[in-house]
Every structure is written in structure tokens, then in C-alpha cells.
């Protein structure tokens, strides 16, 4: 069994629909809930989309984890600011549900990257601040932005893999 990500998306209350993304599907409670809410879940495999709430949420456990559980929501040092807003990438989010992502290089990307050229008609993005979520068409179709590292880069991730919530 898979989660249903779209019935998922669709429940109004955030704490339920946390608990719903973040379930152990084969731990023993997490078959006891797939058998007493079946609606939540599917045969099929279901890759989106994952709810922006509950992808921030996974990489700031796994910022805090790969920062010896101590992480001080103030620290500007490390793009943290208050809520969880600025490593679905690099704190390992996107890959965990499989969201693929491209990484297009700023105008100080490091030398020697394998990043695609931003286009120049995202320059605008380096002098305001957009940040995750933000919605963006790129190549024809809408992208949301799930990393904003920019004068270096920012990456995207097409949209149909993760809806907006609060």
C-alpha cells in the first residue's frame, strides 16, 4: 500500500494530514491505520502531490539530525529563519519523496558545477526575495521553487509534485 498524496492534500485539518504524510507505513500502528482509514491509501503508487507543509517539515528534521539535534530557529548563519523555510534540496526533502528537482546556477555559482544556466529572465530573482513555494513558469510549465541559494543557484521542482497548503 501507498499513501493517496491527493486525498491526503485534501484533509483540512494540518495536524491530521501531518500525521497522515509522516505515518510509518510498516510499522504496526501504521497498518493498523491503513486498515481503519483506507481512503488515505492506494495500490497504486502515488507520487504527488506531497503537501509544501509537510516536505518543510521532514528537511527541518533532517537539518536537525545532521546538526546534532541542536538548531537554534534564529541562526541566519544557516538560512533559518522562524519556520523551516530555505533546504528542501540540500536537507534531503525532495529526495525523500522522490520529487525530482533542477538546479539552475546564479551569477556567483561555483566553478566547475554541473548546474543548468539560469535564464535570464529569472535575473529578477537574485534582487527580491522569492522563497519556497514560490510559483513559477519555467520551459512552458508551472514550477515551484524548493531551494533559493541564489547569488549561487536556486532549484525547482515541477508543480504537479507538491501542492501549497499552509
Known amino acids: 500500500m501507498n499513501k493517496d498524496w491527493l486525498s491526503i492534500c485534501e484533509v483540512s485539518d494540518p495536524n491530521f494530514r501531518m ?3 509522516l505515518l510509518d507505513l510498516k510499522s504496526s500502528f501504521g497498518r493498523y491505520v ?9 495500490d497504486q503508487e502515488s507520487l504527488g502531490p ?15 539530525k545532521n546538526e546534532g539535534g541542536v538548531w537554534d530557529p534564529l541562526d541566519v548563519s544557516h ?9 528542501l534540496v540540500v ?3 525532495c529526495a525523500h519523496f522522490n520529487i525530482p ?9 561555483p566553478e566547475g558545477n554541473s ?3 539560469m535564464p535570464k529572465e529569472f535575473e529578477y530573482l537574485h534582487y527580491v526575495a ?3 513555494g514560490y510559483i513559477m513558469m519555467f520551459e512552458g510549465t508551472s514550477h515551484i521553487m524548493v531551494e533559493n541559494a541564489l547569488p549561487d543557484y536556486f532549484c525547482l521542482a515541477p508543480a504537479e509534485y507538491i501542492a501549497i497548503d499552509k
Open 50 to 64: 506531497v503537501p509544501l507543509s509537510v516536505l518543510r517539515r521532514v528537511a527541518h528534521d533532517n537539518a536537525l
Open 79 to 87: 538560512d533559518r529563519t522562524g519556520e523551516y523555510w530555505n533546504g
Open 19 to 21: 500525521a497522515l504524510a
Open 91 to 93: 536537507d534531503g526533502a
Open 101 to 109: 528537482v533542477r538546479t539552475l546556477c546564479g551569477p556567483d555559482a
Open 115 to 117: 548546474w543548468e544556466t
Open 130 to 132: 522569492k522563497g519556497i
Open 34 to 42: 491503513m486498515e481503519a482509514m483506507p481512503d488515505y491509501f492506494t
